[in-house]
């Protein structure tokens, strides 16, 4: 009966540390194919570097706030991009939580991204995106 309940425990671990190495892998990919697919767009749009095009999507007031935010912005923390520390610590207002913006971003940078965009680049956590940015 112990050996029968130790088997089962032993296959459950199994179980739950591949259901989550196949939902890790699943969430890199996704988000490796739209870091991938924003870096075109601008790209596309503003010729240059990875950095330098999202650095011009950013700036360019003529795109939506919203793409600004989630295109430019969320794109250039998860590459942990150094060049456009400047840039967002211009455009942050010191609000980590995003209170200024809330229900507000189509009309306003969202601050919390910006915040966690800035936090990413200057954290030294696992970099598992930032080889996107010499693309």
């Known amino acids: 009966m112990i050996g029968k309940f130790k088997k089962v425990l032993i296959l459950s671990g199994i179980f739950l540390v591949t259901l989550f190495i196949i939902l890790f892998a699943g969430l890199y990919i996704w988000i490796d194919f739209d870091l991938?697919?924003?870096?075109?767009?601008?790209?596309?749009?503003?010729?240059?570097?990875?950095?330098?095009?999202?650095?011009?999507?950013?700036?360019?007031?003529?795109?939506?706030?919203?793409?600004?935010?989630?295109?430019?912005i969320w794109t250039l923390g998860q590459i942990r991009s150094e060049k456009a520390m400047p840039v967002l610590k211009e455009l942050y207002l010191n609000d980590p939580e995003g209170k200024t913006c809330k229900g507000r971003h189509n009309q306003v940078l969202c601050q919390r991204e910006i915040y966690k965009a800035m936090h990413a680049t200057e954290a030294n956590w696992l970099p598992l995106h930032a080889r996107l940015k010499n693309e």
């Open 36 to 72: 991938k697919k924003n870096i075109r767009i601008a790209v596309d749009k503003y010729g240059g570097s990875t950095e330098d095009a999202l650095i011009a999507y950013l700036q360019d007031t003529t795109n939506s706030t919203n793409d600004r935010t989630h295109l430019a």
